[in-house]
């Protein structure tokens, strides 16, 4: 998995890419960091061609952050990703483009 953010002004793009599982995710959350002054975060997941519960988890707990404090959206989701999200409920919980 690699993970790319992009920064501009309060706005925060978190490109990923690979396999997003319980080996990768920390990784993930490492990039992620501190969302203090972040008013919207999108993960763009194109090239993401994987995700399990321990990646979900990750996308979650920045849901509940981005709750108190702008917007989270998730882009460019495969259509495999998009049945994990549709099996798990997670198509009710995030924005989704």
Do not use: H
């Amino acid at each position: 998995m690699t993970a790319t953010k992009q920064q501009d002004g309060n706005k925060l793009t978190i490109y990923i890419e690979g396999k997003l599982n319980a080996v990768t995710s920390p990784e993930l959350e490492s990039v992620i960091g501190d969302l203090a002054g972040t008013e919207e975060l999108i993960f763009d997941l194109k090239d993401l061609i994987y995700i399990s519960s321990a990646g979900l988890r990750v996308l979650l707990t920045a849901q509940k952050i981005m709750d108190d404090q702008g917007r989270m959206v998730v882009r460019n989701a495969n259509k495999d990703v998009m049945d994990i999200f549709k099996e798990t409920g997670f198509l009710k919980i995030f924005e989704i483009e």
